[in-house]
């Protein structure tokens, strides 16, 4: 199954507003990392967090980490509509140098 | 552009044809890997090389083979296509070190329709 479990799976707004979405993993991680695919294209990185970080920003975007709970949740502030895509986090296990994606949230931000 | 390129972009077989997906990063990572994505889902891992001259399995391997051919080169086979085998694969690669992630570089992918 998924390591990575987005949510909400689509998300609509009006540009000006913020953007929450969240992301549940199952085991231990050594980062985590958000990613979007604007519709046809591949994945762009964002943003990574470290498991021994607790929040990160960069310009627009707030990712926070909480690892007692698994979680962690990508904050878009003052959307605008070219950031309407599918966003993605992937975990990079303990264990292993490879990454598992979840199924992403559709956002679409409304002019 | 510095980056990952992957050919071909488009492509429709045949089942029981069989077809390789080429894919080349110009960015002196060491690790490459396959991925697939079927429409709504996320992506999943189908082969991966953490360094030149290794190869391992992912999460859905069957059906396909892989070649890394040198340090910026990881090719993907179809053997004998499949129509389960339509989606849009995405090559990319990163610099792990000690066996970690930290970000990948993806390629734009390759819609393939296996009729």
């Known amino acids: 199954s998924q390591q990575g479990e987005e949510d909400p799976q689509a998300l609509s707004i009006q540009e000006g507003e913020n953007a929450t979405m969240n992301c549940s993993y199952k085991t231990s991680i050594n980062n985590l990392q958000w990613y979007r695919q604007n519709s046809g294209r591949g994945l762009v990185h964002l943003i990574l967090?470290?498991?021994?970080?607790r929040e990160k920003h960069s310009g627009r975007l707030r990712v926070t980490l909480d690892t007692s709970k698994k979680s962690s949740s990508l904050l878009i502030t003052a959307s605008r509509a070219a950031d309407t895509a599918s966003y993605f986090c992937?975990?990079?296990?303990?264990?292993?140098?490879?990454?598992?994606f979840g199924d992403g949230t559709t956002l679409t931000v409304k002019p | 552009n510095a980056g990952v390129t992957q050919t071909p972009k488009f492509q429709v077989l045949k089942t029981g044809q069989s077809m390789t997906l080429q894919c080349a990063q110009d960015?002196?990572?060491?690790?490459m890997y396959w991925y697939r994505q079927d429409p709504g889902m996320g992506l999943r891992l189908i082969y991966y090389?953490?360094?030149?001259?290794?190869?391992d399995k992912g999460e859905v391997p069957n059906g396909y083979n892989v070649s890394r051919l040198n340090k910026r080169e990881f090719s993907l086979r179809l053997e004998s296509a499949a129509p389960s085998q339509t989606s849009v694969y995405f090559c990319a690669s990163s610099e792990a070190r000690q066996g970690k992630n930290y970000g990948y570089t993806f390629g734009s992918g390759t819609r393939l329709t296996v009729v």
């Open positions: 992937a975990t990079v296990n303990t264990n292993a140098g490879k990454s598992t």
């Open positions: 090389s953490a360094s030149e001259g290794t190869t």
């Open positions: 967090i470290r498991s021994n970080e």
């Open positions: 960015m002196n990572h060491n690790s």
